[in-house]
């Protein structure tokens, strides 16, 4: 390694561990309705369909705003959209804190779609600019679990300043740490080696079609898209609203088992993602067919859970957790899919396109399970029955089985394109390993 690749290395190391402790920042705020939903519905006096709003429509605005994002990555870089995306997370974070109504609260979440919406991509930017093309899934995957400690920070201590300091100061505490992660980026994140803000060309509607349509040209944008919806729905809807409820009522657990259960997952998360990376760094023509593993084993797990008679085993509980958890990392897999088919001029539109997926899963998940709850224990408030649980949670088979045959379906036409631009393609990529 020469000392100027040297030197480059160790800046970005700087740089990704401040943008990471943004992007950690933006999924503790995310999260952090996760242990906080049976308080709201007693708060805001809501049904399961109402409290299905907070998420569906935080995640609502995240995944419409994933394109746009891409867009603004490319022509403003990544620190300006950051700073944009902490400075919204606060404000509306703290109006949340505050918010006396079910209606200004919904309004407080969508803003912090709004902000979250503008931190991950602009890390994977960062990531792609400061580091080597075989460090850069490594990298990625550590972004994505090491992030996921928000959702740890958003479980348990959340749960004890909920319970100790109430909601108000509990919302305000969390909001006020919005501005030393500013301070950070304000003074250590640079958007390349060469300026702290890069300014990209000023882009044409003309241009802006063209970009997107040639990012959703290539399958493996496609794949990576399928790649993203398949694998994350699961563990982002226990994460971020169902879990703690789904735990509680509908398999009996304690508070405190199921506030562990939630640690669980996230733990998970934090451990698959670096044995994924190494996986698809060293075998890169096989990344669809762990995917599609993957998909299975949670479908499998899931099964066994909802076709228990009674409530299920706490060791099956961590089973689950821990086979859903690994969903998470999968899905940046669908990330390693767009950088590897896209050139960097788009890669902000690409990743954009790919990062609706999960999302869009996520969000078709949470407000059909609220709706199915309600449809199944009518005027029962938050006394959700253990049956209707087993309903709710089996709406997740629609969209597995949509994403599974998607992800075949875009895997076949991508491997076919590889084979016509490089008939040695597939002994090149299974040769890394």
């Known amino acids: ?34 242990v906080a939903g049976l308080a709201a519905t007693d708060r805001f006096d809501i049904s399961a369909s109402q409290l299905a709003y907070f998420t569906m429509l935080q995640l609502l605005v995240y995944a419409a705003m994933q394109i746009p994002v891409g867009l603004m990555l490319d022509r403003f870089g990544s620190r300006r959209i950051m700073l944009v995306g902490v400075a919204i997370l606060t404000l509306a974070q703290s109006a949340f804190a505050f918010a006396d109504s079910y209606a200004l609260a919904l309004l407080a979440r969508v803003f912090v779609g709004a ?8 890390v994977l930017r960062l990531v792609n600019t400061w580091f080597a093309a075989r460090r850069i899934p490594l ?4 972004t994505g679990v090491i992030g996921q400690m928000g959702a740890i920070i958003a479980a348990v201590p959340m749960t ?31 958007d ?24 959703w040209e290539h399958p493996g944008t496609r794949l990576g898209l399928w790649t993203h919806f398949s694998t994350q729905f699961s563990a982002t809807t226990l994460g971020l609203l169902w879990g703690y409820p789904f735990f509680v009522r509908g398999e009996q657990v304690s508070v ?19 044995i994924l990376a190494w996986i698809i760094t060293n075998h890169p023509w096989h990344r669809s067919t762990l995917v599609l593993g993957i998909v299975l084993s949670i479908v499998a797990v899931w099964t066994v859970v909802l076709a228990w008679p009674g409530n299920a085993p706490l060791p099956l509980l961590v089973v689950l957790v821990i086979v859903v958890g690994i969903g998470g990392p999968a899905s940046m897999i669908g990330f390693d899919f767009g950088r590897t088919f896209n050139p960097e001029r788009r890669m902000g539109s690409a990743i954009g396109i790919i990062n609706q997926g999960g999302f869009v899963a996520s969000l078709l998940l949470v407000i ?36 599974f ?18 008939p040695d393609a597939k002994a090149k990529m299974t040769k890394l390993g």
């Not at 290395?9 to 402790?21: E, P, R, T």
């Not at 990298?139 to 550590?142: A, D, F, G, N, V």
């Not at 405190?256 to 259960?261: D, E, F, H, V």
């Open 115 to 122: 902000g979250d919406a503008m931190i991950f991509i602009c």
């Open 405 to 422: 045959i998607q992800i075949w379906r875009y895997r076949l036409k991508t491997r076919a394109r590889i084979l016509e631009e490089d």
């Open 1 to 34: 390694m020469s000392q100027a690749v040297a030197d480059r290395y160790k800046g970005g190391v700087g740089i990704w561990l401040v943008a990471l402790s943004v992007y950690l920042l933006a999924v503790f705020h995310r999260s952090s309705m996760a």
């Open 368 to 403: 059909a399970i609220g709706y199915i709850l309600d449809w199944r224990t009518p005027g029962s408030g938050a006394n959700y029955s253990p049956s209707a649980f087993r309903w709710a949670m089996s709406a997740q088979y629609v969209l597995w089985g949509l994403g």
């Open 256 to 274: 405190s088992t199921a506030g562990l259960l939630l640690t669980i997952l996230v733990v998970a998360v934090m451990a698959a993602g670096p």
């Open 192 to 215: 390349s080696p060469d300026v702290r803000s890069i300014t990209g060309p000023p882009l044409s509607l003309t241009e802006v079609r063209t970009s997107l349509a040639e990012s």
């Open 160 to 190: 004890i300043a909920l319970r100790d300091l109430g909601w108000t100061k509990a919302y305000l505490l969390a909001a006020s740490i919005g501005v030393f992660v500013t301070i950070l980026l304000l003074i250590v994140v640079h």
């Open 139 to 142: 990298i990625t995957q550590l």
